[in-house]
């Protein structure tokens, strides 16, 4: 058997070549990982902020009498929180025509806001909004 004929190995630019293509592969790899665990995590974040907010909401709807203001809080776990109940006339009737049932009842805006820090310069913010009606003080 000649030299010429015996089977030849992988030269070195192939090994070099496929080593490359390989640790392409494996960096691509990785920073699919580490993309989702950054996904993951802020997930956590908005899912534990979405909580809170839903606690402060149902507590602040099943209240007998909404009281007008503004309410702040901390939570102890990086989440602060802030309450803000008012009257809200624009949502009543605004054709300018008084209706008894309107002058017998009141409405309110009642929204919950949850914040927390996302970077230096950024805070993340979930917030519930909506209307009550309650009897007014004629009833």
Do not use: C, K, N
């Not at 390989?22 to 920073?31: A, F, K, R, S, W």
């Not at 996904?39 to 534990?48: E, L, N």
């Not at 909401?57 to 809080?73: I, R, W």
């Not at 209307?131 to 009833?139: D, K, S, T, W, Y």
């Amino acid at each position: 058997m000649s030299r010429a004929s015996a089977p030849r190995g992988f030269t070195l630019i192939e090994v070099a070549i496929a080593l490359a293509i390989l640790g392409v592969g494996v960096v691509t790899v990785l920073e699919l990982f580490s993309g989702a665990l950054r996904m993951q995590q802020s997930s956590a974040v908005r899912t534990r902020a979405v909580v809170h907010a839903r606690t402060l909401f149902d507590h602040a709807v099943t209240l007998p009498e909404p009281q007008p203001g503004e309410t702040a809080g901390d939570f102890g776990d990086g989440y602060r929180w802030e309450q803000v109940v008012r009257e809200a006339p624009e949502y009543a009737d605004g054709s300018g025509r008084e209706f008894d049932l309107l002058s017998t009842w009141t409405v309110f805006e009642i929204e919950v806001r949850v914040l927390w820090d996302q970077a230096i310069d950024r805070e993340g913010v979930f917030a519930l909004r909506t209307l009550r009606v309650v009897p007014g003080a004629g009833l």
